[in-house]
């Protein structure tokens, strides 16, 4: 995920007694350091703030393959029915 070439930059914040034993003890129980879930989650945030309208992924079209076939045999073929 990071180029070798990036710089990082350093976040640092305070928190209240209890978010940070909160926060403690969720990355505790993910066998992680405090950094790591810190990180975990401030990118899971900047993620969801993100406007998904300019992300290309979802300015696909869908795709005529010309072949038309039904789910239920998509199904049947998935998982060997017949």
Do not use: C, H, N
């Not at 007694?17 to 989650?41: G, H, N, Q």
């Not at 969801?48 to 393959?65: A, E, I, Q, R, Y």
């Amino acid at each position: 995920m990071d180029m070798p070439s990036e710089r990082k930059k350093v976040v640092q914040t305070e928190l209240e007694a209890s978010d940070y034993e909160t926060l403690l003890s969720l990355a505790k129980s993910k066998k992680m350091t405090i950094k790591e879930a810190a990180r975990e989650a401030l990118l899971w945030w900047t993620a969801s703030g993100t406007d998904l309208t300019k992300d290309p992924l979802f300015k696909l079209k869908p795709v005529d393959f010309k072949v038309k076939v039904r789910s239920d045999e998509i199904e049947a073929f998935l998982y060997k029915r017949k």
